[in-house]
């Protein structure tokens, strides 16, 4: 059934082109457990081919995942906090997920939000706890959409490579995740690794202003 729902997934962003990047990017930055690897990476080849432009599919990508954030981030925002506790289970946020996601930007803030776009699962998620803790709206369109749009375009530049070496996987989306996720590992743990640097970094430095402070 999963497979199945993968095909219906890959034909619709190849029959609607840039709207079908838009609408699944939107989806996948929702609760809806679509992987940005069956989107941008073949929109990204077909491009290659003269079908799309590369720079329109980045540019839907990133517009997409931003509008998906968004309707994450009105949601909480309106519904509020009884309704996240009360629901969240269901879209991926118990109670322990949201205090964590909560510390997290109350912390590291926009940083947190630009970091955890770049990340799988996070990216999912981040809309919600930074509806409920009231971020600007506008700085939080801002980040969601510059990192969103780095990942689709990170995503389109290794899919289309592989796809370019095994154009076999255009006819298996879930084979297709998978190898793309395996190109993608060293990125992602590069991106951490600079993201857990950069969190230290500053978590240290606010410790050693603190202390001056107490004293």
């Not at 930007?105 to 926009?110: C, D, E, I, S």
């Not at 749009?149 to 796809?163: D, E, K, M, Q, V």
């Not at 084979?175 to 240290?204: M, Q, T």
């Amino acid at each position: 059934m999963l497979h199945d729902l993968m095909v219906s997934w890959f034909e619709f962003v190849e029959r609607w082109r840039y709207l079908g990047v838009f609408t699944m990017m939107a989806l996948e930055s929702t609760v809806v457990p679509i992987p940005s690897e069956i989107i941008m990476p073949p929109a990204a080849y077909w491009a290659q081919q003269g079908k799309m432009n590369i720079w329109g599919v980045i540019l839907a990508g990133g517009l997409g995942s931003t509008f998906g954030s968004s309707l994450c981030y009105w949601l909480t925002y309106t519904a509020g906090r009884a309704f996240v506790a009360r629901w969240g289970k269901y879209f991926l946020l118990p109670p322990a997920r949201l205090e964590l996601a909560e510390r997290w930007l109350a912390q590291y803030a926009l940083g947190g939000i630009f970091f955890a776009r770049l990340l799988p699962v996070v990216r999912h998620l981040i809309g919600f706890p930074a509806g409920l803790m009231r971020i600007p709206f506008g700085a939080f369109v801002g980040i969601t959409f510059v990192g969103s749009t780095l990942w689709c375009g990170i995503l389109s530049w290794f899919g289309a490579r592989t796809i370019g070496r095994r154009p076999d996987l255009l006819t298996d989306p879930s084979a297709l995740s998978h190898v793309i996720k395996e190109d993608l590992i060293g990125f992602v743990l590069l991106i951490a690794g600079l993201g857990a640097g950069w969190l230290f970094v500053k978590w240290f430095g606010s410790r050693g202003r603190a202390a001056p402070e107490a004293t």
